[in-house]
């Protein structure tokens, strides 16, 4: 577990030093990032046997290792951008590691972009997603990681009104897992009104969708049996909920952007809905919550920002306080974080870390 808060710490100090830096330090704040950047590629895609869906990608893996060009779409019933991600990495002979860097330095990208297009300090967003969004999620769900990185981007570009390029990245997003679908709904929810009759059509329209042409994303993501139901959601729910509640202290702020507050509103609005979701359709709610950490990680990231210059100490304090709490929570109390995450490995450094 201590890799793991290393790397974190690592993170956490960049950030600190790139607050504290002069608005004309800006080369150091780019040699800063880009410093954060490629430790968590490194960290991330270049892991071995780590994540609890490891075993399922290497077999996907091995699947295409096997297969030609003309079989590159339909060896696996999987997202088509994932699927020649896999053949590609077979061709140059990269093994699965190939695969993980480049889903690593997509998503990573796609949070940094999106911090950029938000106005919010890159290496600190860095460090607030890093214990869930990063660690867990980015270790363990590769396809769906890009698809939140990218996603997170999207919504950026839908809050600086480029319609087109927020069009086209979600589409990419979708090429790597079909969930980011959702953030069209996302953007479409501009009003209380219009969240109250997308939810109930979404949720009823999604699953008869999904029951009748995607019978292996049904039994998936749909069937709430106990062994795919998921405990995880109600962390991510909490963490959700929490940056629900710091954006709701910041109302005021947020009318100053009225694209941005828009999307809070029905991010929040969904995150709130997801709790008796969560009930029924634990999974599906895990998967669908993941897409609201955007709420959390601008609401986090803009408190310094807000607070009254006499609490920005304390607020700073507080945000890394928080995140950490939020890492040991997971890595702690997380049985799959024990069996799947714990002791690291790595194809450069072996394996480090103890529980």
């Known amino acids: 577990m201590w890799i793991y808060a290393s790397v974190l710490t ?7 030093l790139s607050l504290s830096l002069p608005s ?3 080369s150091v704040r780019t040699i800063l990032l880009a410093a954060a950047v490629v430790i968590l590629c490194v960290f991330i895609g270049l892991r071995d046997r780590v994540g609890a869906d490891w075993d399922t990608y290497e077999t996907i893996f091995d699947m295409y290792a096997q297969t030609d060009v003309n079989s590159v779409l339909t060896t696996v019933p999987i997202e088509p951008a994932y699927a020649v991600l896999n053949y590609g990495s077979t061709l140059v002979g990269g093994g699965i590691y190939v695969v993980n860097f480049v889903c690593a330095a997509i998503m990573i990208a796609g949070l940094v972009r999106f911090a950029y297009l938000v106005e919010i300090d890159a290496l600190l967003a860095l460090f607030v997603a890093a214990p869930y969004v990063l660690f867990a999620v980015g270790m363990g ?3 769906q990681a890009v698809a939140i990185g990218l996603g997170s981007a999207a919504l950026g570009y839908w809050v600086r009104e480029k319609p087109k390029r927020f069009c086209l990245t979600v589409i990419l997003a979708m090429c790597f897992h079909y969930s980011a679908v959702f953030l069209f709904l996302l953007v479409w929810m501009k009003n209380w009104r219009r969240v109250l009759i ?6 009823v329209g999604g699953y008869l969708l999904v029951m009748a042409f995607y019978q292996q994303y049904f039994m998936l993501y749909v069937q709430n049996t106990q062994d795919l139901h998921s405990n995880g959601v109600w962390f ?3 963490i959700i909920l929490l940056g629900v509640s ?13 694209r941005l507050f828009r999307l809070i509103v ?3 609005a969904l995150a709130v809905a997801l709790i008796p979701l969560a009930i029924v359709a634990s999974t599906l709610a895990d998967r669908i919550c993941l897409y609201l950490f955007f709420i959390y990680l601008v609401a986090v990231a803009r408190a310094i920002r807000l607070s009254r210059f006499e609490l920005r100490s304390a607020t700073l304090a507080g945000i890394y306080v928080t995140t950490y709490a939020s890492f040991f929570t997971w890595f702690v109390l997380s049985p799959y974080a024990a069996n799947s995450w714990i002791p690291y490995h790595s194809i450069l450094l072996g394996r480090i870390g103890g529980r």
């Open 10 to 16: 690592i993170v956490g100090l960049f950030a600190l």
């Open 24 to 26: 004309a330090a800006q």
């Open 141 to 143: 769900y590769t396809r």
């Open 198 to 203: 997308a939810i109930p059509v979404a949720l």
């Open 236 to 238: 991510r729910l909490a």
């Open 246 to 258: 710091l954006a709701t202290l910041q109302i005021k702020h947020w009318r100053q952007e009225p």
């Open 266 to 268: 029905s991010g929040s």
